[in-house]
């Protein structure tokens, strides 16, 4: 019980890291800075004036993964909130902390997808280079990967085989009564001698 809830509470915690870093990440404008300014997902500053972002397909990408990362931790740790609050009343779900655990990586999927694609745009930019919230999302993404495997050891450690219902036996060959075998004479040991034998029975003398 001890190793479950501790897992439970690592899980979550780990998940909660998660969200507060992609959620930093996606609302700050400091993914890749250059020579006269910085920008993000969603806005381009130089010097004292930000405007939007320019529409370009993989940014596009890259905000909509990173979006839905989010959405998808915050979702996650909410069903890990309900499966800490089952653990402690007694009413542990083992299909709620798999599904914390399914949506937990999923948001890992959705965070690295949108991350290979903010790399892929500007990796080979000669004149920017990527800055603290770039950074910020990347390191949400182990976190969110760890969240989701604390769930899944929680989930193995909760599993225990289903028993039988109360009253029968575990094995019916282990509750069979013990059939005596027949006695053996030595007549009935060979075919060859059961004929004779019944001869000198015959020929006996009755008194």
């Not at 080979?124 to 990527?130: I, N, R």
């Not at 028993?163 to 019916?172: C, M, V």
Request: hydrophobic share 40%; with cysteine.
């Amino acid at each position: 019980m001890g190793v479950k809830r501790s897992l439970q509470s690592a899980g979550l915690s780990l998940g909660v890291l998660a969200n507060i870093l992609v959620v930093l990440a996606t609302a700050t404008d400091f993914w890749s800075r250059f020579s006269d300014g910085h920008n993000g997902l969603w806005r381009m500053c130089r010097k004292n004036s930000c405007t939007k972002a320019s529409c370009e397909t993989m940014l596009a990408v890259t905000a909509a993964c990173v979006v839905l990362a989010a959405g998808s931790g915050l979702v996650a740790t909410v069903l890990g909130v309900r499966v800490l609050h089952a653990s402690l009343n007694g009413n542990l779900i083992p299909p709620r902390g798999r599904n914390a655990c399914l949506v937990f990586f999923l948001s890992a999927l959705l965070l690295l997808t949108g991350m290979v694609g903010y790399t892929a745009r500007d990796v080979w930019k000669l004149d920017s280079f990527f800055s603290w919230s770039y950074f910020t999302a990347w390191l949400a993404l182990p976190f969110s990967i760890l969240a989701g495997s604390k769930a899944q050891g929680e989930i193995l450690t909760s599993f225990q085989p289903p028993e039988g219902p109360p009253g029968l036996p575990s094995s019916p060959s282990s509750q069979r009564p013990a059939v005596p075998s027949p006695p053996l004479s030595s007549c009935s040991r060979d075919s060859k001698v059961t004929q004779p034998c019944r001869t000198m029975d015959s020929q006996s003398p009755s008194f």
